[in-house]
């Protein structure tokens, strides 16, 4: 697949529009998002939601995670939370921990405008020949 | 904190609300609810997204930590994709697997209307008296 | 891969015979395991080592998932860690989560011999025609 | 703690010693540590067992955790398998991900003596005042 079709994909992708989430940018095996906190976010506490964090997280991945030339299906991700918050813009960043014929690996770090790490995911895809 | 009150706060989660997430049952250290799909929680490929399903699945966790007398905040999820859907209804159950003093931690099967697996996650939480 | 192969296999590992570990039963998708700690599972507190805990479970995981007539490779696992021990035997039986084609995911938990839960794991194993 | 003390409790270890794990650096949220592999640490196939890599790399993630003034004992760990390996040493690398109060995170690498990936672990630690 080229990067034009998976940016194509990755922009119809409904749950992530319909909840404010947006691609920044795509390289090889990486790729960075931004998610502005609005209410429809908030929890019962008034703290961002763990769904909310994890679809950031976890449509960023699968961005940097398409970059590769193949469709790749999420096959799991490990979630930390690490810093509630409430306000304010959060930014999602994939790297690329391995990258084989049928697995790869990456690494997301969720943080909010001052820097401060709000989570992390850990997540494998399954590489399939498209 | 009573079962009201937990009740209470997870009704009045805006991010579960504003996509139709639905808490049916909760008892100690259990939890069920529900999705219906709708075309917000589609991806590009017209499935459901993996970011909703956690989330229907974290929100039912939520519920069966909170269960249990003390405030419980999640530490992390460990989510495993299994089957892709991308109409109908899908069901959450959490069950216990294990309760300490500040940690406990909780399996929940996300299973579509005919009872097939769709995903399973698995989470701990952090429990503070309140 | 008949049971008869698999079990051969497992028996010809070095690194469980080394550290005494048993495998007691194999199943459809499930196996049971001991191992009597001795000296040489403890670590500088005089509890048992968690990577002596993983290497019961993953080896009874491994037990199961390769009941299943293909040959299994374990993709990962997500140990948590319970409670503390540092006498006595601990079982680990394996339980299928799910089996898919490539991919399949086994439960294990560890118990020492009052049945307290130790520590749980749960694996994904990759599936290979033999 | 004072590193001092740590080094010592750790070297106490019986079954790293029984295993042939070393401790090479450790320093403020990352350590370094080798494992020489003998036929001891091969399981069936002949390449070194999972639990033998994850045993390496859990105990590296503990001298990482405990450099920080505070006793860490281990919460969970989630290790991704990448490659097989049968002879040679394996390096382990830990680094901090987040390190809060109570909850710190560490990632660590295990790579051949070629630089090649072999496992991933990601780890989280419950720390205690001593």
Do not use: P
């Given at each position: 697949?080229?990067?034009?079709?998976?940016?194509?994909?990755?922009?119809?992708?409904?749950?992530?529009?319909?909840?404010?989430?947006?691609?920044?940018?795509?390289?090889?095996?990486?790729?960075?998002?931004?998610?502005?906190?609005?209410?429809?976010h908030?929890?019962?506490?008034?703290?961002?939601?763990?769904?909310?964090?994890?679809?950031?997280?976890?449509?960023?991945?699968?961005?940097?995670?398409?970059?590769r030339?193949?469709?790749?299906?999420?096959?799991?991700?490990?979630?930390?939370?690490?810093?509630?918050?409430?306000?304010?813009?959060?930014?999602?960043?994939?790297?690329?921990?391995?990258?084989?014929?049928?697995?790869?690996?990456?690494?997301?770090?969720?943080?909010?405008e001052?820097?401060?790490?709000?989570?992390?995911?850990?997540?494998?895809?399954?590489?399939?020949?498209?």
């Amino acid at each position: 697949m080229e990067n034009n079709d998976v940016i194509e994909l990755l922009k119809k992708d409904k749950f992530i529009l319909y909840n404010g989430i947006e691609l920044l940018e795509i390289g090889e095996g990486e790729a960075t998002g931004r998610m502005n906190i609005t209410e429809n976010h908030l929890n019962g506490l008034g703290t961002v939601q763990g769904g909310a964090i994890f679809t950031l997280a976890d449509y960023i991945c699968a961005a940097a995670a398409n970059s590769r030339g193949k469709a790749a299906v999420t096959l799991d991700g490990q979630m930390d939370y690490i810093k509630a918050v409430s306000k304010g813009t959060l930014y999602a960043h994939a790297t690329e921990v391995f990258l084989r014929r049928t697995i790869a690996s990456y690494h997301v770090e969720v943080r909010n405008e001052e820097g401060a790490l709000i989570a992390t995911l850990q997540s494998k895809v399954f590489r399939k020949d498209v």
